[in-house]
């Protein structure tokens, strides 16, 4: 139960360390930074590497609110309000959203359980399967002895 409970302990602080990362450091962001966590929602693609209409309209005002001196978190949820959470390019953090982030490390741990589940129940049946059977009724002494002379004459 200990490593169950030392793993536990791992993952809480990946995804801590990975919720305190995710947050912005900086209250003045570049135009690239602000443009990658965005989606244009006409092509689906990542702001920055999309060249439709809508996509040149989010840039510029972009680039006028930054120097306006916005941060990125209030022009992302400008544009939440306008175009939905699909213009989001990562899910948000919190309520049911978080199980996007959730659910991949809770497959590779449910898994990683099952791999070992499965390895204890084979080495299990392993080591039951090592015992002798009985094969049948004993040989004949003659038979016995004959097949004793076979083996010997192969060993040496």
Request: aromatic content about 8%; proline content about 8%; charged content about 20%.
């Amino acid at each position: 139960m200990k490593p169950f409970a030392a793993v536990l302990a791992i993952l809480a602080l990946v995804f801590g360390l990975a919720i305190a990362f995710s947050s912005p450091a900086s209250k003045h962001p570049s135009q690239a930074s602000v443009e990658a966590g965005l989606v244009c929602t006409t092509c689906h693609e990542p702001l920055d590497e999309s060249s439709s209409p809508l996509a040149q309209q989010m840039k510029a005002f972009i680039r006028a609110k930054l120097a306006a001196g916005w941060t990125e978190k209030q022009i992302d949820d400008h544009f939440v309000a306008e175009l939905g959470p699909q213009v989001l390019s990562t899910p948000p953090t919190h309520g049911f959203d978080l199980l996007a982030w959730l659910l991949p490390f809770a497959a590779i741990v449910s898994g990683a359980a099952a791999v070992g589940l499965g390895a204890r129940a084979w080495l299990r049946n392993k080591d039951e399967d090592e015992t002798p059977e009985d094969d049948g009724p004993p040989l004949a002494p003659n038979l016995e002895l004959r097949v004793d002379q076979e083996l010997a004459r192969f060993d040496a």
